[in-house]
């Protein structure tokens, strides 16, 4: 079955830094890899997504790359704030929704 | 109006005990899941339901039983509780069951067993 690691588990950035987590997915015919921001005391929520038909996607100060190639896709936060931080999820799926999350990233940003 | 939610926010319980956690969404969508999270925030699928049917039911001990009375609602019953069980179990919805599907995870229920 499909394996998604994630790196690194914890991320400290001062605000205004970028922040990159990185992900790893082993199943070749996974073609769905959201990601989800997870606060304290809430559950997850989607903040971007990209399909394999996809090399890259923006949105705001928030992208995500995919390399299907080497089967590795990351999360790119530019001009950091204390808002972001909370702990970020990278998952990969093929069919039926079945998402294989990450373990996770808890990314601190300092004012 | 809250999307998906779930009752209680909080349950703690002994050992042996039989509990329930009930789930809700009003989107409109046809696939719901739980989730459970472990102490190191490990997050991963127990179960899903499309339509009232079941669709994926991972290594998941028989305790363990969801229930779907219509497509809004999946809750989660568990027998003879052990400390092992003890999470923050999530429920979520998304529109169909395929890949691609944005799923909608509720605020979570935190189950502690003693």
């Known amino acids: 079955g499909e394996n998604v690691e994630q790196h690194p588990s914890t991320l400290s950035v001062q605000e205004g830094d970028s922040a990159v987590i990185k992900c790893t997915y082993s199943d070749s015919a996974s073609n769905y890899f959201p990601w989800y921001k997870q606060e304290l005391g809430k559950g997850p929520q989607l903040i971007i997504d990209?399909?394999?038909?996809?090399g890259e996607k923006k949105d705001q100060r928030i992208a995500v790359t995919l390399n299907k190639t080497a089967k590795h896709f990351s999360l790119h936060i530019t001009e950091t704030q204390p808002e972001d931080s909370a702990v970020y999820f990278c998952?990969?799926?093929?069919?039926?929704?079945?998402?294989?999350f990450g373990t996770g990233t808890r990314l601190l940003v300092s004012p | 109006d809250t999307a998906v939610s779930q009752t209680p926010k909080y349950l703690v319980t002994q050992m042996g005990n039989d509990k329930s956690i009930k789930c809700e969404q009003n989107?409109?969508?046809?696939?719901m899941y739980w989730y459970k999270q472990d102490s190191k925030k490990f997050l991963k699928i127990m179960f899903s339901?499309?339509?009232?049917?079941?669709?994926i039911n991972e290594t998941v001990p028989n305790r363990f039983s969801p229930k779907s009375p219509d497509k809004a609602h999946l809750n989660l019953h568990i027998n003879s509780l052990e400390l092992g069980d003890s999470a923050v179990y999530f429920c979520a919805s998304s529109h169909v069951a395929g890949a691609g599907d944005t799923q909608y995870f509720g605020p979570g229920t935190r189950l502690t067993v003693l």
């Open positions: 990209i399909r394999s038909n996809v």
């Open positions: 989107l409109g969508h046809d696939t």
């Open positions: 339901y499309n339509n009232k049917e079941l669709i």
């Open positions: 998952a990969a799926s093929r069919g039926f929704q079945k998402l294989v």
